[in-house]
């Protein structure tokens, strides 16, 4: 039996509950597929770690984590702990240590779930977003001088390499020609930042040279905002930077339904170390506790788990139980329209699993 080793770090807020709900599904597919094992180890680190020792996580937990064949990730994120303690302490850390630098975050409007868009249907919202993950704008280069002072200065400066550029630009193409309609869409802002964003478009054009069944086209990210709201029809994958992937992902969460249902996957491409896979919905500290935490963002967040470490016909398996679920509209949870609690959502998906056929 083919087994893999899985680092579970469920961290801050709903965190706990819907890795704890994903790990369930996780061992009903084990059971139903009788061909592969998840081997589970547990890791305390958050902010409840900080709190007691003063760390996110431990000193040689880079270390301890590279034995793994993937990372299961809930949260990160307290609102009596600062928010670049905790996102550079655990979350940054861990995708930076291990230059996962490929973040991928499909959009797509499931069976049954009802989006804001009044016309859209299921066919029309169905596209991925390949965020560089490594530099940009979240590379935590610059600094603060005259602290309290009326000089005082902060700068933020954003860090493009060709390097960099080059390699998301590659996986945003080859991902676009593994795709039936082979686009991409390339998000930039070089009309107003005449440095970074005219390198990163420059590069998009030399790597295209590369990828002639690719069509290709480019456009302001405020721009794209816009479009994805009017012709999300009109895109199949997208491509940004840290930055800009950032906030367009979430906009695109909330155009398939709401930020409970979307899931990401921190890549390191070349397998040189574990990639990390999580939701993307945050800590959401408002509904911790209430058991109303929607789970469908971590169950198909270990999708993109299981396509990584190969188990496609488990993946599969376990999108159609989710689908199967969405579909029916019951349960879901309050995010989505319904009166679900977590548990809920997590049994119908099981027992969906268990009575599958293929």
């Not at 991902?175 to 082979?182: I, N, Q, S």
């Not at 939701?279 to 789970?295: E, L, M, T």
């Amino acid at each position: 039996m083919r087994s893999y080793s899985i680092a579970a770090i469920p961290a801050d807020g709903i965190g706990t509950e819907v890795i704890g709900a994903g790990l369930t599904v996780l061992e009903a597919l084990q059971e139903r597929a009788g061909e592969f094992r998840l081997e589970v180890e547990h890791f305390p680190w958050g902010s409840g770690y900080y709190r007691k020792t003063g760390r996110m996580m431990d000193p040689d937990g880079l270390e301890r984590l590279k034995r793994f064949d993937a990372i299961f990730f809930g949260a990160v994120g307290d609102p009596e702990i600062p928010d670049d303690v905790t996102l550079w302490g655990l979350r940054l850390a861990i995708c930076q240590g291990f230059d996962q630098y490929a973040n991928v975050r499909p959009v797509r409007l499931l069976p049954g779930i009802k989006g804001p868009l009044r016309d859209a249907r299921p066919e029309d919202v169905d596209f991925i977003i390949v965020r560089e993950n490594s530099e940009g704008e979240y590379s935590g280069n610059g600094g603060r001088t005259h602290r309290g002072l009326p000089e005082e200065v902060a700068t933020e400066t954003s860090i493009f390499t060709r390097a960099g550029v080059t390699r998301i630009m590659r996986f945003a193409f080859e991902l676009a020609m593994t795709r039936p309609r082979k686009r991409l869409t390339v998000v930039t802002k070089s009309n107003a930042q005449k440095h970074g964003m005219v390198f990163w478009d420059e590069i998009a054009a030399e790597v295209a040279r590369d990828f002639p069944g690719v069509a290709m086209d480019k456009i302001l990210v405020d721009a794209m905002t816009t479009r994805m709201v009017l012709k999300p029809s009109s895109l199949d994958v997208v491509v940004a930077t840290n930055l800009h992937a950032d906030i367009l992902s979430d906009l695109g969460a909330a155009i398939a339904g709401s930020l409970g249902i979307a899931p990401t996957a921190n890549i390191d491409p070349q397998r040189r170390f574990p990639s990390m896979f999580e939701p993307i919905h945050g800590s959401a500290f408002d509904i911790v506790g209430k058991g109303i935490a929607n789970p469908i963002a971590t169950f198909w967040t270990a999708v993109m788990m299981l396509e990584h470490l190969g188990e496609g016909a488990a993946a599969a398996r376990l999108m159609r139980a989710i689908e199967q679920v969405t579909a029916a509209g019951a349960p879901l949870t309050p995010d989505l329209g319904g009166r679900g609690t977590t548990r809920e959502v997590t049994d119908a998906v099981c027992n969906a699993i268990r009575a599958s056929n293929a």
